[in-house]
């Protein structure tokens, strides 16, 4: 089955950390280019970093650079998200996505683009 499966959020401090999960299944991440997504209730969805196919390009919304970090493990076939000092305002269920020809650019995803996958979405809660 093709699909991604985004895992890894819950409850954290302000300050914490965690690192959210973009296993994909039936298809190889690598040659894909994925964005991680965020949603807020009542909000639009947003798209706050991607990362290129060829692992040399990375971009963040200006709200997490400094704080989130992408990688790749293609051995797993897995993206990650590192997120660190995680602040109440990044309280949000995080989706990632990946596409084989929409470029990350520093402009991002839109939270609407139709990318070729996604995952179903992780909870991150940011309080004390």
């Known amino acids: 089955q093709l699909q991604l499966v985004d895992s890894g959020g819950g409850l954290v401090q302000p300050g914490g950390s965690l690192r959210l999960s973009c296993a994909a299944s039936?298809?190889?991440?690598?040659?894909?280019?994925v964005g991680w997504f965020r949603q807020v209730p009542g909000k639009e969805r947003e798209g706050i970093s991607c990362?290129?196919?060829?692992?040399?390009?990375?971009y963040y919304v200006d709200s997490v650079k400094g704080r989130f970090t992408m990688s790749r493990d293609n051995a797993k076939n897995t993206v990650y998200l590192r997120m660190n000092n995680l602040k109440p305002e990044d309280t949000a269920v995080y989706y990632c996505?990946?596409?084989?020809?929409?470029?990350?650019?520093?402009?991002?995803?839109?939270?609407?683009?139709?990318?070729?996958?996604w995952g179903k979405g992780t909870l991150v809660t940011v309080s004390s």
């Open positions: 990362i290129s196919s060829s692992d040399d390009e990375q």
């Open positions: 039936g298809f190889t991440l690598e040659h894909y280019r």
């Open positions: 996505a990946a596409d084989l020809r929409r470029p990350c650019t520093i402009d991002l995803y839109p939270g609407n683009a139709p990318m070729d996958y």
